[in-house]
């Protein structure tokens, strides 16, 4: 589960996706979320390996099949 605080709502045609990144591996999909209001709750669709990153990032409306973007946060595990 990935908890976010005061991330605003994705802007108009766009998404939050969340991506696992396991150590030397490539981003997997991990989710989309919306954003807004005080805490935005996802839980992933991926495992999370000990020693992956966990990130997010803007996307078209859909999500991606890999990151477009820099990412806007992420955390290693």
């Known amino acids: 589960m990935l908890v ?3 991330l605003p709502a994705a802007p108009s045609g766009k998404t939050y996706e969340a991506w696992v990144i396991p150590p ?3 981003p997997q999909r991990a989710g989309l979320f919306k954003g807004g209001g ?3 709750m996802v839980p992933l669709e991926k ?3 000990a020693g992956s990153v966990v990130a997010a990032t ?3 409306s859909g999500g991606a099949s890999k990151p ?3 990412p806007i946060f ?3 595990t």
């Open 4 to 6: 976010v605080d005061r």
């Open 24 to 26: 030397g591996g490539e």
């Open 38 to 40: 005080t805490m935005t």
């Open 47 to 49: 495992d999370v390996p």
């Open 58 to 60: 803007v996307e078209r």
């Open 68 to 70: 477009t973007a820099s």
């Open 74 to 76: 992420s955390a290693q």
